[in-house]
Nanobody, 119 residues
Framework: QVRLVESGGGLVQPGGSLRLSCKAS????????MGWSRQAPGKQRELVAR???????NYADSLEGRFTISRDNAKNTVYLQMNSLKPQDTAVYYC?????????????WGQGTQVTVSS
């Protein structure tokens, strides 16, 4: 099996920063794309950022350059650096990864980590 575990969420004041981490473990041959999505109360889950195994990134337009996604392939870990946080960034943040196990590749999701931006 493959497991994705997020960490780094919490309560932060507007304008503050947080760094989320997500580590994949299990029977992994390789990891292709990794990403972060978020779901705010009463809203649909939305893509925040994605990064390929080669390091190519893409972001939701609404972020205005405040977030940065990165990864450490040796550690099977993806990060999300979030700066200039706003109350509207409050959501549960989920990581996901396209993981190759044997001959098959599947998409896996973490359990989510809560980010609350409030004064």
């Amino acid at each position: 099996q493959v497991r994705l575990v997020e960490s780094g969420g919490g309560l932060v004041q507007p304008g503050g920063s947080l760094r989320l981490s997500c580590k994949a473990s299990g029977n992994i041959v390789s990891i292709y794309g990794m990403g972060w999505s978020r779901q705010a109360p009463g809203k649909q889950r939305e893509l925040v950022a994605r990064i390929t195994s080669a390091g190519t990134t893409n972001y939701a337009d609404s972020l205005e350059g405040r977030f940065t996604i990165s990864r450490d392939n040796a550690k099977n870990t993806v990060y999300l650096q979030m700066n200039s946080l706003k109350p509207q960034d409050t959501a549960v943040y989920y990581c996901n990864a396209d993981v190759k196990r044997g001959r098959d590749t599947s998409n896996y999701w973490g359990q989510g980590t809560q980010v609350t931006v409030s004064s």
